[in-house]
């Protein structure tokens, strides 16, 4: 579905803006968990279950 949606949105774009990459189409991969989200978890899942 990714692929399908930045298809339109190449051929629909103004050829005057930069055009979107894929990974604007697919947020849930984009996103970088940092090492400080990281430990957020491994506490909370401590906390949760002591």
Known sequence: MAQV???LAMINRDPKT???ELMDFMPMW???????EV???VTESVLANR
């Open 39 to 41: 430990w957020d978890n």
């Open 30 to 36: 984009k996103k970088k968990i940092t090492e400080e």
């Open 18 to 20: 930069s055009p979107p």
């Open 5 to 7: 949606a930045h298809l």
